[in-house]
């Protein structure tokens, strides 16, 4: 007898489970019943749509229901709202929103993959019809209609996570004066905060200003029709749009209401094969809870490579596959501006709640070999088990090549390598690509180093602690970096000195040791140990100590670098810079311009 087998949601997890399902199994009556107008749209690219990087609506559509007829005879009803699940009778009751009628469909299988919300808080004047979220493809169309039709001046977003970030570069390039509230004292939950300090740097470059620590509280309209966004309860941003992202919940409220199991979190609890505690009912996608694969903690994953995953493996198990999900580590990579942050694994703010044992490494090591044109340095964190370094997690910021690193490191993390692993695997190289000892290998390197006991690192959180106890900075770069900016209390001795300055420096100290990017300092550390001192490496070095402290610094020095190596496209610290990169960007406006013209 032919099997009916009923998907909820047509988008990532629901069509690749539909199209899988068709490919094994030829005979079975598949319906995909979707509450939206499209099916298989690339909810990721909205951003891009909103500010017309992307520039037509068609471009996001993956496919068409009538595609997925023709091709896998897979019969797609799109407007159609799954509203309730008779478990025992084994039927769903759906609204056909085109004519609004209610129906009652019958299912063998019933697969959930409605997806995620965006939480919208219940504050006062986020009804509002300027205060959008960006979900579906009709969002991103209103979004872009109200920009077009009213020509805002300034928009306020709410919440710094992957889809604020975007949201605010696409503000941003479409003119906007953009403020972005978090309440966090960072952005970008996957990083950890120095990490996340790139970021709020570079955000405030490109003129965005950024509220950290600041809840939003209400959104006023006043008189003259401007809104008025109050937070952190000391500010008040005039603005003509607001878009609030302060994340996701699971869209459980169907399973809920049937009986199924939902999870701390709010999501379908699924198990390893995406069975329900109903076994004739699967969960995938931003619905279910995925265990931490490190930490074996039920997690929300709101990410489409997941949904997409989970999409075929459930399709495999309905068709008699043994499949068993063993969870995900959870990787992500997002672009702002110039910059793209990723990450895989945990970071250390998991491992510490966590209460696991890890220990960390920073490296900044080059996109590519420094000699060829382009190459610009990264900023790279592992966190790897402190016994035998396997690695738990990794970090990257960077302008180029974060996407292949990140990529590699969440391969490392899949297949349970080490940090020593991470310095043997043999990565390509040529001159444009990386390096010879690749940024990869060399972030393995450094790793190694500390859990082979050849340095022992010490990091920004442990320095004050270590300086009560009557430790010694010594900071190992040369003169002129030295009187840039250093650490309160850093006597300065270059490395190229130190040998012959060994007699400066008292031996019954513990000698914390810096430089810019933690190699110089390893170098001096080596020497100093085998001359008898006891000396701990500034692991990521000022850079990195910067990054963590900000108001004890000018910046991050590692800014400039970039700025330089973009030919003024991202960081400047003097007016003059400035100047310089603005008269840049009008000229590459024009150019844009120009360009356009000609298509
Ligand atoms: C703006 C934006 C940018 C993103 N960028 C990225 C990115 O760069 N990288 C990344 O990994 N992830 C990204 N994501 C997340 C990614 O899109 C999701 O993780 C993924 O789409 C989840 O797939 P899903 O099948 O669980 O849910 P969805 O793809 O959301 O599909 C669920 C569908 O179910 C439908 N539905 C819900 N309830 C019912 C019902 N009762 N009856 C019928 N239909 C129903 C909904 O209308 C929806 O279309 C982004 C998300 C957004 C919104």
Redesign the pocket.
Same mark, same amino acid.
């Given at each position: 007898m032919r099997r009916t087998i009923v998907i909820?949601?047509?988008?990532?997890?629901?069509?690749?489970c539909a199209a899988r399902l068709r490919r094994l199994d030829e005979a079975a009556t598949i319906i995909v019943?979707? *509450?939206?107008e499209?099916?298989s749209?690339a909810?990721?690219?909205?951003?891009y749509f909103v500010s017309g990087e992307i520039a037509s609506r068609a471009k996001l559509l993956v496919t068409s229901p009538e595609r997925m007829r023709r091709r896998f005879g897979i019969d797609v009803r799109v407007r159609?709202?799954?509203?309730s699940i008779d478990r025992s009778g084994k039927t769903i009751d759906?609204v056909d929103h085109q004519d609004g009628r209610t129906y009652r469909q019958a299912y063998d299988t019933l697969v959930l993959?409605? =997806?995620?919300q965006?939480v919208k808080p219940k504050l006062p004047g986020l009804d509002n019809p300027r205060v959008f979220c960006? *979900?579906?493809v009709p969002d991103?169309e209103r979004i872009r209609r109200f920009v077009d039709q009213n020509d805002p001046r300034a928009a306020v977003v709410v919440g710094g996570g992957?889809?604020g970030l975007?949201?605010t570069e696409n503000l941003t390039h479409l003119g906007l004066r953009v403020s972005l509230l978090e309440m966090a004292n960072q952005v970008m939950p996957w990083l950890d905060r120095e990490m996340a300090e790139w970021l709020h740097q570079h955000l405030r470059f490109q003129g965005v200003e950024l509220f950290l620590n600041s809840p939003l509280e209400r959104c006023d309209e006043n008189s003259d029709g401007r809104l008025i966004v109050r937070a952190g309860g000391e500010h008040e941003i005039p603005c003509d749009l607001v878009i609030c992202s302060i994340g996701?919940k699971p869209?459980s409220g169907?399973a809920r209401a049937a009986g199924l199991d939902i999870g701390p979190h709010g999501g379908i609890l699924a198990n390893e094969h995406f069975q329900t505690s109903d076994p004739d009912i699967y969960a995938?996608?931003?619905?279910i809870e995925v265990e931490d694969r490190l930490t074996g903690e039920p997690r929300l994953m709101?990410?489409?490579?997941?949904?997409?995953r989970q =999409?075929r493996l459930v399709a495999d198990h309905i068709c008699g596959k043994d499949i068993r999900y063993p969870g995900a580590f959870g990787t =992500?990579?997002?672009r702002i501006f110039d910059l793209a942050a990723a990450s895989t694994g945990a970071n250390e703010k998991a491992l510490k709640a966590q209460g696991l044992a890890y220990e960390k490494s920073y490296t900044h090591p080059a996109s590519h070999a420094g000699y060829y044109p382009g190459a610009v340095p990264m900023v790279m964190k592992l966190l790897f088990e402190p016994d035998g370094g396997r690695l738990l997690g990794a970090q990257i910021v960077g302008i180029d090549g974060v996407d292949k690193r990140i990529d590699v490191l969440a391969t490392a993390l899949y297949a349970g390598l080490s940090v020593s692993d991470l310095a043997a695997i043999e990565l390509s190289y040529a001159p444009q690509f990386g390096t010879g000892k690749d940024a990869v290998n060399l972030a393995g390197y450094v790793s190694e180093n500390i859990t082979d006991g050849d340095v022992q690192a010490i990091h920004t959180e442990q320095l004050d602690r270590q300086l009560q106890d009557g430790g010694r900075l010594l900071d190992v770069r040369t003169e002129a970096e030295f009187h840039r900016g250093h650490i309160d209390g850093a006597v300065n001795i270059p490395i190229d000195d130190l040998r012959s300055r060994l007699d400066e420096i008292p031996r019954q100290q513990t000698l914390l040791v810096y430089c810019l990017t933690g190699i110089r300092s390893y170098y001096a550390c080596r020497i100093l140990r085998q001359s008898g001192f006891d000396a701990l490496n500034f692991s990521g070095g000022y850079m990195v100590y910067c990054a963590a402290e900000p108001s004890r610094c000018k910046g991050i020095p590692g800014l400039r670098r970039w700025k330089r190596t973009l030919a003024m496209e991202t960081f400047c610290s003097t007016p003059e810079e400035r100047q310089i990169l603005e008269n840049h960007s009008a000229r590459r406006r024009l150019q844009e311009q120009e360009d356009h013209a000609v298509d």
């Open positions: 909820v949601g047509g988008v990532a997890g629901g069509a690749s019943l979707e *509450r939206g499209y099916i749209f909810n990721c690219g909205l951003p159609h709202e799954v509203i759906v993959s409605p =997806g995620a965006p960006l *979900r579906t991103a992957a889809i975007e949201m996701v869209e169907l995938i996608g931003d619905v709101p990410l489409a490579n997941l949904a997409n =999409g =992500g990579i997002v």
